[in-house]
């Protein structure tokens, strides 16, 4: 291929080209680096995975004429789903099919804390996490592992 072909026609203009490239990645915030490193980094590799499936924030609102005052998201894995609701004061939630566990609340910034799941699926998580966040589930049949998520409620500023 010719240097022609490439769009560069001397050495001056493809040092040029790659000076600037160069420059660019350097104005990249060193948070949204970061953050996308993490995005592919787990943790526990054993861990599967559950995705996002439904999130009320971005839901259609249909025929509603106000906004929700909770948020509700679910998260699938193969064997099970997490369920959440996210209110003013807490994070709830249940494991369906039901089953006892732990879960661990895993902040982008902070202490990882652990919150028991008891046998009907159910926990709450006091206070309400801040910030960037993921839930770790734990149980005999199961290690889940939730998308990074914000507790952030439709029509609030928190």
Same mark, same amino acid.
């Given at each position: 291929?010719? /240097?022609? $072909?490439?769009?560069?026609?001397?050495?001056?203009? +493809?040092? =040029?080209?790659?000076? &600037? !490239?160069? *420059?660019?990645?350097?104005?990249?915030?060193?948070?949204?680096?970061?953050?996308?490193?993490?995005?592919?980094?787990?943790?526990?590799?054993?861990?599967?995975?559950?995705?996002?499936?439904?999130?009320?924030?971005? /839901?259609? $609102?249909?025929?509603?004429?106000?906004?929700?005052? +909770?948020? =509700?998201?679910?998260? &699938? !894995?193969? *064997?099970?789903?997490?369920?959440?609701?996210?209110?003013?004061?807490?994070?709830?939630?249940?494991?369906?099919?039901?089953?006892?566990?732990?879960?661990?609340?895993?902040?982008?910034?902070?202490?990882?804390?652990?919150?028991?799941?008891?046998?009907?699926?159910?926990?709450?998580?006091?206070?309400?996490?801040?910030?960037?966040?993921?839930?770790?589930?734990?149980?005999?049949?199961?290690?889940?592992?939730?998308?990074?998520?914000?507790?952030?409620?439709?029509?609030?500023?928190?």
């Amino acid at each position: 291929m010719s /240097a022609m $072909a490439t769009g560069w026609d001397s050495d001056e203009r +493809l040092l =040029a080209d790659l000076g &600037a !490239a160069l *420059r660019a990645e350097r104005e990249v915030p060193e948070r949204f680096l970061e953050i996308g490193r993490e995005a592919f980094a787990w943790y526990d590799v054993d861990a599967e995975l559950a995705a996002l499936t439904f999130d009320s924030a971005t /839901a259609p $609102a249909g025929t509603r004429a106000e906004t929700a005052t +909770l948020r =509700a998201l679910t998260f &699938a !894995a193969r *064997r099970l789903t997490i369920e959440l609701e996210v209110t003013a004061g807490a994070l709830v939630g249940q494991v369906v099919p039901p089953q006892p566990g732990e879960l661990e609340v895993q902040p982008r910034e902070g202490e990882t804390r652990t919150v028991p799941v008891d046998e009907v699926g159910w926990f709450a998580i006091r206070p309400r996490p801040a910030g960037l966040f993921r839930l770790h589930l734990h149980t005999a049949e199961s290690d889940v592992l939730t998308e990074w998520m914000s507790t952030r409620v439709p029509g609030s500023s928190a």
